[in-house]
């Protein structure tokens, strides 16, 4: 029996569950199941990635916004999710919103053509294929407009104007960076004088050089600055921008006159009166070596050729002054001859600190214009560093002058400007000294004395007439002769340079004069060994070349070191009173060179050889030499 009614309870479960499958299948409709999950699955919205940060920048009339905080990257980079839009709208709050869209996710965006000087806000959306947009990230920005650009342009600094009758120089001295911007170049249109526009492109310093103006009239210079404007925050525009800012200048007239510079210069060219006018008359202009400015070249438009040798131009070398024992002599003056050269070396020339001519821009305005045609130089005489400035000129409009043109001739004569007692050195150098020229002495020294040589060319000596034969000489006009009366044993005089020259042993590298004893044979012949009666040492000159004397050193820069010439061969008897005997010293061991310590600037010519014999001058027996003929060779036969 229990078996039996189990077995019914299975069946009753059993069949229970069958009808309940039955009932729900009865009651529910296959295609109303499906449309309930349709309609909820059409109700959810499923939102592409958004940007993870936003920050701008200020452009001018733009804006760029970086989306990325791993930088600006390329699109095809980027992966989010099902983000393939960048979507940027502004303006939403007003009657013509701006939506701007890109097919691609971008790391940012640049949004241009905002001219308005105002608040812009800005929201960036990711946008899936579908259309449906991420969260925005939102940003106000202020452009840099023209009306920001009008405002930088009123706080451009206006040029100084140097004003020459024809041309002009604009320059900013402070330069034209300021709190407000950077400048990074210029643009200069203007008319000139023909009717012709001429436009300059200056990309470093601001400087304009214009010529060919019109005399008398106004000009404007229609000047664009390139410039990067610095933001209140103290950052900087994204862009450059150009600002433009008209100049306007009346030229003078011919008769306003100008201040002179190189006053010296200019008055040894001959120009004496300094306006526009008169310089406009000038067409070639001489600069020596020691100049230290072309900035008086801007005056003279009408020059094209230049001297930069200083050749003839009386007045401008330095001058230097000794003294000692109660003596002062002066050295210098006059003109550049042609064996002096800078005593500096080219490295010293070369140096931040060196003596490079001032002023080239205003040179090379005048070469580049086309204004200078003509330019003669020696090389190194202003620097090396100078050189290298000329260089791209050479050939066209510079001129190098070489050691063979007739510039320089066979041989120099030393002029009496740089004639000096040897007494400013020791006691034991004493002369009475005289020239026979109308140079010496000079006004306020009494160091030399003038000697009025007759026609006859004949001088009297302890009291006997002595005819000096000057048809032996090559200056045989008598004019250029040094009387020397011994009143020491080491008697000697001096030729000196001012500090900054040397000699230059290079291109003139021997030294010759004539030498002539206007004394009686027996008061320069020695007859009693060593307790002398005559004095025969004073047959021989002695020349020592020199960087400065032993009691100047700080007129050199250079060591003085050991520098012998040796002494020279005496004068025979049938010389004395009859016959200029000529010596010549060679100086090639002292050339002067790029590396050398050897920038002689004197010679100490020594009548008597310092030897031990003793002297004591008497005025009845002087002992009287000549000397004359002093030159600069370039070969022994000079």
């Known amino acids: 029996m229990k078996t039996l009614f189990e077995n019914r309870n299975i069946h009753l479960f059993l069949s229970g569950i069958l009808i309940m499958m039955a009932l729900i299948i009865a009651s529910c409709d296959k295609d109303a199941i499906y449309d309930s999950i349709k309609d909820f699955s059409e109700k959810e919205e499923i939102y592409p990635a958004a940007f993870d940060t936003i920050y701008g920048r200020v452009g001018f009339e733009r804006v760029e916004i970086d989306l990325r905080k791993d930088g600006r ?73 023209s009306y920001d650009r009008d405002v930088l342009s009123e706080g451009i600094l206006n040029p100084n104007a140097s004003i020459a009758s024809s041309a002009i120089l604009l320059e900013w001295p402070t330069g034209l960076h300021t709190i407000m911007m950077e400048y990074h170049g210029l643009i200069c249109r203007y008319t000139d004088a023909d009717g012709k526009s001429e436009a300059d492109t200056l990309l470093n310093s601001p400087r304009v050089y214009a010529s060919n103006l019109p005399s008398g009239q106004e000009v404007t210079f229609d000047m664009t600055y390139r410039v990067l404007p610095i933001l209140d925050d103290g950052r900087e525009l994204l862009d450059t921008i150009n600002v433009e800012r008209p100049y306007v200048v009346q030229m003078p007239t011919p008769d306003q006159p100008f201040v ?20 406009d008359k000038v067409t070639e202009l001489v600069y020596p070596m020691n100049m230290t400015t072309f900035a008086d070249l801007f005056f003279f438009n009408k020059v094209h050729t230049l001297d930069l040798t200083g050749k003839g131009l009386p007045g401008t070398l330095e001058v230097l002054d000794y003294g000692r024992n109660g003596v002062t002599s002066r050295v210098g003056g006059g003109a550049w001859q042609e064996f002096m050269m800078p005593v500096d070396q080219p490295a010293k020339i070369n140096a931040a600190t060196g003596n490079a001519p001032e002023s080239l821009q205003t040179l090379k305005d005048a070469i580049e214009s086309g204004q200078i045609t003509t330019i003669r130089y020696i090389e190194k005489t202003m ?45 034991a150098w004493d002369m009475n000294l005289s020239h026979s020229g109308n140079f010496l002495p000079r006004p306020g020294y009494t160091d030399i004395s003038r000697w009025n040589l007759p026609n006859t060319g004949e001088d009297v000596v302890n009291g006997e007439t002595v005819n000096l034969q000057l048809g032996q000489l090559i200056q045989n ?50 007859n009693a060994g060593a307790n002398q009666v005559g004095w025969d040492i004073f047959r021989l000159p ?11 050193p700080q007129n050199s820069d250079y060591t003085q070191q050991s520098w012998d010439a040796g002494k020279q061969a005496k004068m025979g008897d049938a010389e004395i009173q009859t016959s200029w005997h000529e010596y ?41 030499v000549y000397i004359a003929d002093f030159r600069l060779c370039k070969t022994t036969s000079d």
Request: charged share 20%; hydrophobic share 35%; aromatic share 14%.
């Open 73 to 145: 990257i390329p699109a095809s980079k980027i992966i989010m999710g099902r983000a393939q839009k960048t979507i940027v709208t502004y303006d939403t709050d007003t009657p013509d919103p701006k939506e701007i869209v890109i097919d691609s996710v971008c790391s940012y965006v640049n949004v241009t053509n905002l001219t308005e000087p105002r608040l812009y806000r800005f929201l960036i959306y990711t946008e899936d294929q579908y259309g449906y947009r991420s969260t925005p990230q939102e940003i106000s920005l202020v452009p840099y407009t």
């Open 260 to 279: 002179p510079t190189e006053l010296n210069t200019l008055r040894g060219n001959g120009i004496n009166v300094f306006t526009l006018e008169e310089a």
């Open 477 to 526: 006009d008598g004019k250029n002769i040094y009387r020397c009366v011994i009143k020491q044993k080491n008697a000697t005089f001096i030729f000196a340079l001012p500090r900054q020259w040397r000699f230059d042993n290079q291109r003139y590298p021997y030294v010759k004069f004539k030498m002539f004893i206007g004394c009686k044979k027996e008061v320069v012949t020695n």
């Open 584 to 624: 010549t010293i060679d100086m090639r061991a002292n050339d002067g060179g790029d590396n050398s310590q050897r920038r002689n600037r004197v010679y100490a010519v020594n009548i008597g050889g310092e030897g031990s014999a003793t002297f004591a001058y008497t005025s009845a027996k002087e002992v009287v």
């Open 542 to 552: 002695w020349i020592r070349p020199m960087n400065s004397l032993w009691g100047y």
């Open 383 to 427: 620097g090396t560093a100078f050189d290298t400035f000329l260089e791209p000129y050479v050939g066209t409009v510079v001129t190098k002058i070489p050691n063979s043109d007739p510039f320089f001739p066979d041989r120099v004569f030393i002029e009496p400007q740089f004639f000096a007692n040897g007494w400013v050195q020791a006691d």
